[in-house]
């Protein structure tokens, strides 16, 4: 197994080592949700979140992660910061790091940003989630989401919906369930589907063929930051189409888990009911997120 030094895409990983982080997380998703009980294991580090894009799950995530290890949690956004006097990403990276930070949870709009950052500093770097290109502890956070409800990892049918395209979610998870040997499909409308897929997927147009026996549907949120004009019609058209509610899912195997990264756009993506219903695991990957990026910092410190 690999030691971890920095996680900046779910390439740095193997099975062992995501199998290890895994483990890790359940045995800290008690403390994780128990903010009476703190480990030592952060003792004297010291964690800064630069988080240039709006974040709620994944910066309050790693800042409870940090905390309930014991770090000092500093959090930097572009506005209240010397960013918004010009400051370039790099010195801003130099700088937080002449002031000793040990880890730096980096969220930029670049692709390649977090690597960008690696590059300029001594503090290990985490990617939480650049651009278009990866959001690796998101896809750990949901494949301990699955394996709790599932009780393996391998062998299962995962069905992606909707802005393939320009989520860096849909890209950490092909990559880490292609390593898992899980089946993945891709399904939403060609505009918002890669013209290549770079990974090992089964590439649908129609909702109801991608849904079939599946045992994971994961929705995502249609990123309309990203996108020009021309990528989607309509959000009504949209939800007609790819909206995730009882009917498709009832397509699934019966006892298929619904999951989305959030933030949901409640009926154009999921329906209200579903996303509030008994197949829903919304905010399981909620709670497991602090639990993983707990495993995460830990490995990365241990
Ligand atoms: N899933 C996710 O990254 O959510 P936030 O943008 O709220 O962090």
């Not at 001594?122 to 690796?136: K, Q, S, Y």
């Not at 890209?171 to 090992?200: C, F, Q």
Request: overall charge positive; proline content about 3%; charged content about 20%.
């Amino acid at each position: 197994m690999t030691k971890l030094q920095k996680l900046l895409s779910v390439a740095e990983l193997d099975q062992s080592m995501v199998n290890a982080l895994l483990d890790t997380a359940e045995g800290f998703y008690k403390i994780a949700n128990e903010p009476s009980t703190k480990l030592s294991t952060l003792k004297g580090k010291t964690l800064v979140n630069l988080f240039y894009e709006s974040s709620t799950r994944t910066r309050t995530s790693f800042e409870l992660a940090g905390k309930r290890l014991s770090a000092d949690v500093v959090n930097i956004t572009p506005s209240g910061s010397s960013v918004s006097k010009g400051e370039s990403l790099a010195d801003t990276a130099m700088t937080i790091d002449a002031m000793n930070a040990d880890v730096l949870v980096v969220r930029h709009g670049s692709s390649g940003a977090a690597e960008y950052i690696q590059k300029q500093v001594r503090a290990r770097v985490i990617n939480a989630g650049d651009g278009l290109h990866e959001h690796p502890t998101q896809a750990l956070l949901d494949a301990f989401t699955i394996r709790k409800q599932k009780k393996t990892l391998t062998g299962l049918t995962i069905t992606i919906c909707g802005d393939i395209l320009h989520s860096r979610v849909a890209r950490s998870n092909i990559m880490l369930h292609n390593m898992l040997g899980n089946r993945v499909r891709i399904v939403g409308p060609k505009t918002l589907l890669p013209s290549e897929a770079p990974y090992d997927v089964e590439t649908y147009f129609d909702l109801k063929t991608a849904v079939k026996d599946a045992d994971v549907v994961m929705a995502l949120r249609i990123q309309s930051e990203r996108m020009g004009t021309g990528n989607l019609a309509s959000l009504r058209e949209y939800s007609k189409t790819y909206g995730i509610n009882e009917s498709v899912l009832a397509w699934a195997k019966p006892d298929v888990i619904l999951m989305h990264p959030g933030p949901m756009n409640r009926g154009v993506e999921v329906s209200s009911s579903i996303a509030d219903g008994p197949q829903s695991h919304v905010l399981n990957q909620v709670s497991a997120g602090v639990a993983v990026r707990m495993a995460v910092l830990h490995h990365l410190f241990s």
